[in-house]
């Protein structure tokens, strides 16, 4: 969840803090009223004051191309909260195959005046200057997962904690293999030159280190099915003999699994990465070697749609003292196991 260049995209679904699931997030914040959901599950608005119809507000939307689950889930669900309300216009426009053509379209988009732009960058580095021309025009941005290198190019950033997704991962490996001082752990990292895959692997590899444990063997796909299939085969091939891995990405690990089934390997059972609908109908069924999944909730977009809804509208969380929606929102990362799935199988996405 989290990318960079092409399908890029990271990730981790569903609830943060306190049984509050991203998609409900800022619509809980409000109001102290009973919130209205909708049957569009990510999806969910309020039912005070901040909820009731107000000034109607453009807000454009740019996010890459869907040809991978979580970010598939993430336009879906940013224009399924923005329907919610009446008083919101969405208007999307195409990221390109690439960060200068998102660029582009931006530059366009800007030179429409919309309220409020909410954005996942092709890159966060690449798209920094788009997002400060947005800002120096007095257009919000909400940056969206991939951070801008610059906090001046965006009035919010919400994003995913992937250093607490890698940390989770590692307390759920740790706990169970406590006192084993010479397990094999392996690791199935996304893209090695992303922040977000280094912030995963640090927490990962802290986590193990209070157990005393370490990695053991690592490869790095390209958070592809076919990327995850290639160096799962080659990692299968280089330990005869494993404990357990953590596979970063529940996309790629659709390859993952495939490779693993094509080895006949069942020694070691595994933990997965965002949440996908197919990683818990396994973790639910029992049919494969995972157990757990972290997740990566990709309906941060729908929580991006609203409080970019309330600051264009110059609105604040009603339930917090500050008159003004925060700067930062930090998704936290929950940990899914089969006694626990069937809670999360609303919010899941298809790989």
Same mark, same amino acid.
């Given at each position: 969840?989290?990318?960079?260049?092409?399908?890029?995209?990271?990730?981790?679904?569903?609830?943060?803090?306190?049984?509050?699931?991203?998609?409900?997030?800022? %619509? %809980?914040?409000?109001?102290?009223?009973?919130?209205?959901?909708?049957?569009?599950?990510?999806?969910?608005?309020?039912?005070?004051?901040?909820?009731?119809?107000?000034?109607? $507000?453009?807000?454009?939307?740019?996010?890459?191309?869907?040809?991978?689950?979580?970010?598939?889930?993430?336009?879906?669900?940013?224009?399924?909260?923005?329907?919610?309300?009446?008083?919101?216009?969405?208007?999307?426009? *195409?990221?390109?195959?690439?960060?200068?053509?998102? $660029?582009?379209?931006?530059?366009?988009?800007?030179?429409?005046?919309?309220?409020?732009? #909410?954005? /996942?960058?092709?890159?966060?580095?690449?798209?920094?200057?788009?997002?400060?021309?947005?800002?120096?025009?007095?257009?919000? #941005?909400?940056?969206?997962?991939?951070?801008?290198?610059?906090?001046?190019?965006?009035? /919010?950033?919400?994003?995913?904690?992937?250093?607490?997704?890698?940390?989770?991962?590692?307390?759920?490996?740790?706990?169970?293999?406590?006192?084993?001082?010479?397990? &094999?752990?392996?690791?199935?990292?996304?893209?090695?030159?992303?922040?977000?895959?280094?912030?995963?692997?640090?927490?990962?590899?802290?986590?193990?280190?209070?157990?005393?444990?370490? &990695?053991?063997?690592?490869?790095?796909?390209?958070?592809?099915?076919?990327?995850?299939? *290639? $160096?799962?085969?080659?990692?299968?091939?280089?330990?005869?003999?494993?404990?357990?891995?953590?596979?970063?990405?529940?996309?790629?690990? &659709?390859? #993952?699994?495939?490779?693993?089934?094509?080895?006949?390997?069942?020694?070691?059972?595994?933990?997965?990465?965002?949440?996908?609908?197919?990683?818990?109908?396994?973790?639910?069924?029992? *049919?494969?070697?995972?157990?757990?999944?972290?997740?990566?909730?990709?309906?941060?977009?729908?929580?991006?749609?609203? /409080?970019?809804?309330?600051?264009?509208?110059?609105?604040?969380?009603?339930?917090?003292?500050?008159?003004?929606?925060?700067?930062?929102? $930090?998704?936290?990362?929950?940990?899914?196991?089969?006694?626990?799935?069937?809670?999360?199988?609303?919010?899941?996405?298809?790989?």
């Amino acid at each position: 969840m989290s990318r960079t260049p092409g399908d890029l995209s990271r990730r981790r679904l569903l609830m943060g803090g306190a049984a509050l699931s991203a998609g409900t997030l800022l %619509a %809980a914040c409000t109001s102290n009223a009973e919130p209205k959901t909708s049957d569009a599950g990510q999806t969910k608005t309020g039912s005070g004051d901040n909820a009731a119809p107000g000034k109607t $507000v453009t807000i454009g939307f740019s996010a890459p191309s869907a040809d991978h689950g979580w970010i598939r889930a993430i336009t879906d669900n940013a224009k399924k909260q923005a329907a919610l309300y009446s008083d919101v216009k969405f208007t999307q426009v *195409d990221a390109g195959k690439d960060a200068p053509a998102q $660029v582009a379209a931006l530059q366009t988009l800007i030179q429409q005046k919309p309220d409020a732009i #909410v954005l /996942l960058p092709q890159d966060g580095a690449q798209l920094t200057a788009a997002g400060k021309a947005a800002m120096q025009a007095g257009i919000p #941005v909400i940056n969206l997962d991939r951070e801008f290198s610059d906090a001046g190019a965006s009035r /919010l950033l919400i994003k995913g904690d992937n250093y607490g997704m890698g940390y989770a991962a590692g307390l759920y490996i740790g706990n169970k293999l406590k006192g084993k001082s010479d397990a &094999v752990i392996a690791e199935i990292a996304g893209i090695d030159s992303l922040p977000l895959t280094q912030d995963r692997s640090k927490g990962f590899k802290d986590a193990l280190a209070t157990f005393n444990l370490r &990695v053991t063997n690592r490869v790095a796909a390209q958070f592809t099915v076919q990327s995850g299939q *290639d $160096v799962t085969a080659n990692l299968l091939q280089a330990a005869s003999k494993i404990d357990a891995i953590w596979n970063h990405d529940d996309d790629q690990g &659709v390859g #993952v699994l495939a490779a693993i089934k094509q080895a006949s390997r069942k020694e070691f059972f595994m933990v997965g990465g965002a949440g996908s609908l197919d990683v818990m109908e396994h973790i639910k069924a029992g *049919d494969t070697p995972l157990e757990a999944t972290v997740t990566y909730p990709p309906s941060m977009a729908s929580s991006a749609i609203a /409080l970019a809804r309330l600051i264009a509208q110059g609105k604040g969380l009603s339930d917090l003292v500050e008159l003004q929606v925060p700067k930062q929102i $930090v998704l936290a990362s929950e940990t899914i196991t089969k006694e626990n799935v069937d809670k999360y199988l609303p919010l899941g996405f298809r790989s």
